[in-house]
Structures are given as C-alpha cells and as structure tokens.
C-alpha cells in the first residue's frame, strides 16, 4: 500500500522572533528542546555568488512552525522552515538549495546567488547550550556539525565557519561590547544607538569608574572617548591602550588629536600603541550634531570590528 506524506497537515511556518543575534537564535532552539518540542537546526554552508548572510549563519524551526533567524535577507525562511518541518516528520537531517542551482525554481534570491542550507533534528542540547554558556562568559566556541553521522558537538573556536573534512564548523563570538566615557549629550546619544543596535553598552561617568572598567574591556569591546576636555580623558584612554579592546576612537579634531598624542607619548607610549586610536572618531566627519555623531562612531565600530573577525 502507497504512503502518503503528510506534509499538508504540518503547521504553516510562522517567525516567532525578529533576530538575527545567534545568542538569541540558539536560545529559542534550547528552550524548544527543555520543553520537549521536537526543534530542527538551520544552517548556512554553502554560498553561491551574493549573500545577504554569513556562513553559519541560523534559521531554528519548532514542530509547531515557530521559527526564528536568518539565512538569507528574509526571502527564504518560510521555505527553509517549512523543510525543516518535513525533516522532523521524517525523523532525518537533511540538506537543500535555494536560489542558483536549486529544483526551487519559484524561489528566487535578489542577490542572483543561492545557497544550501543544512537542517539538523536535535537529539540533544548539549553543544548548544555549551555555545550559550561560553558566550554568556564573553568567551569564542564552535560548533562541529557531521552530516553522516547526523551529530552536533562544541569544539573550540575555529578561525571561522566553513566546511573540513566533511564536517562543518560555525564559529560564535561574543557580541559587541561598548564602553562610553563621557558627561556629554552625544555620550547619551551613542549609548542610546548602541543599546538599540544590541551591544553590550557600559557607561564611565569619573575617573574611578574608568580605573574600574579595565576587566570588563575584552577583544570584543570596543572604547569611545566622548570628552571635550584632554585632562578628563586622560585615565580612560591609559585603561583602553593597556587593553585588547579592538577599537579606541577619542572626539575630537585634528589639531586636538596632536596634542593629545603629544600627551600620551609624554607619558612612554610609543607609535605603535598611538596608532590604536580613531581621531578624530567616526568613520565620516565632522559631525555637527549628537545623532550624526552617533551613527558615524557605530558605524565606524561595526565596520572595524567586522575587518578584525569576519
């Protein structure tokens, strides 16, 4: 006797949460799992031309078509949802293409390029909720996805998310962390636009609070010197070049710029650790009002910190 599938009564995918940050997307797949909803993994691997995302990049599917995240700008996931629903129906992993090259002729990317996507059925949490904890601690990780073997595990971070030996790796990294030093409307505005752009934003208000912000400036964080004065700024930026911070930006113009290097070579540093500084800060310039200022150092951060890691 013929089987049928039952793939017209599976729910109708529907997003549940609008984001791409992996810590939230993760977050939803271990939750699903705790409860006992049967969840399936999404991930990018292969690009072919134009991407709208990354490598590694996540889409998690619920049994109930709840899904979450993004592996191309928004005009597959409805697809890649609906697949992973048959692939927990049918209890396998499973691999598809979109865009170029696909049998989904009616799926088109914008980009002309297309992608492939494998979907993984948890079995267990573990890797994940090891990836959650080690970002939790502001720590890299990776994940070692084998497709024969249908298997998920943590390993440490490779240098970036790709395809090894018939196993693919997705690198995590902590997210953006933003230290503001500065009394000054546009120090407001900054950490306003920042909190919004979802980073990890931590506000130093005096020369003690800058003193005390030393451990919490890690590779991922980046330092903004929002003050008009050289003497205000002086403690804040001696913590940031002591620091592995990938980004140091100080306000400023030129002409204030050489005299606060002036400063600080006074005090024994050298060209090399001078050089870390962004002034005047931005990645446009002059800025004549707050708002503009504020898009123009968090683009700066994003575009610096995206040449550091990605």
Known sequence: MPEFSNQ??????????????????????????HKGISVALATLVVIR???ARTLGSHVVVAVDGRFCGYVSGGCVEAAVAAEALLAIEA???????????????????????GISVTIHILRSSAAIDSVLECLGERQTI????????????????????????????????????????????????????????????VMVRSCEGALGVGATIDAYTAVVVLHHDLDQEASILDVALKSPGFYIGALGSTRTHRRRIMRLKALGYDDTSLRRIKAPIGIFGPARDSSSLALYVL???????????E
């Open 8 to 33: 017209f009564l599976l729910p109708t995918p529907v997003r549940a949460l609008l984001s791409d940050d992996p810590a939230q997307i993760l977050s939803f797949a271990s939750d699903c799992f």
């Open 49 to 51: 031309g134009g991407a």
């Open 142 to 201: 990776g994940l070692e996805y084998l497709s024969r073997q249908q298997t998920l595990q943590a390993l440490d971070a490779p240098q970036s998310s790709r395809w090894q030996e018939g196993k693919f790796m997705t690198v995590y990294r902590p997210r953006t962390r933003l230290v503001i030093s500065g009394q000054t409307i546009e120090a407001e505005t900054v950490a306003r636009l920042g909190e919004t752009a979802g980073y990890d934003v």
């Open 91 to 113: 209890g396998r992993d499973r691999m598809v293409m979109f865009g170029d090259g696909s049998p989904f002729i009616d799926i088109i990317l914008p980009c002309g390029g």
């Open 299 to 309: 683009a700066d951060i994003a575009a610096t910190r995206s040449m550091v890691y």
